[in-house]
């Protein structure tokens, strides 16, 4: 039930961004580079990530105990962070169908890696590009995803992005590293 909850929270997210962030001239110059990194740690799963202060901003809305979004500077690119509980005990295989079917149907797939604890999913839906990854910790009773969201025509720079941004992320396993509490 809170998975279902989850993916919806994060399926209007990404409908919204996908639908907000269309094509068009960007503020953030491909040469910037990444500095001012924030990190983003949840307390009570354990995960952190860290992102280009200097490209990304909170989002005045749409966050929650187990997830936040986060704009970037131009309106143009989206950061979803999130981590919660698999109440409803959905395999990882499910799950990732479930993402797939629900936040990104009719998209052209580009990376897709599947690992024994992990998977990404990466592509174009529209004008927009999408990189999801995914972690199931704790034997599969928790999950932490994170999601950068780009016009496709501005590749060049936010994939860029991903990678610095995929160097800086640890999956969680509780508050004190034992996938406590779940």
């Given at each position: ?24 001239s960007?503020s953030?110059?491909a040469s ?53 509980a ?46 999801e ?50």
């Amino acid at each position: 039930m809170m998975t279902q909850k989850i993916s919806k929270f994060l399926g209007q997210i990404l409908t919204i961004a996908i639908a907000a962030c269309t094509c068009g001239s960007s503020s953030v110059a491909a040469s910037k580079r990444f500095a001012d990194w924030a990190t983003i740690s949840h307390p009570r799963h354990g995960f952190q990530i860290a992102y280009p202060g200097n490209i990304f901003a909170p989002s005045g809305g749409q966050s929650s105990d187990d997830g936040q979004v986060f704009v970037s500077h131009d309106g143009a690119a989206k950061l979803i962070v999130a981590a919660f509980a698999n109440d409803s005990g959905a395999t990882m295989a499910d799950y990732r169908a479930q993402l797939l079917n629900e936040n990104y149907e009719g998209a052209d797939i580009d990376f897709a890696p599947i690992k024994q604890n992990w998977f990404i999913v990466s592509g174009t839906r529209g004008t927009m590009h999408f990189y999801e990854r995914v972690s199931f910790t704790c034997g599969g009773r928790l999950i932490n995803s994170w999601a950068l969201l780009y016009p496709a025509s501005m590749r060049a720079f936010y994939d860029r992005a991903v990678e610095a941004i995929a160097r800086t992320y640890s999956p969680g396993a509780g508050h004190e590293g034992r996938c406590d509490g779940l």
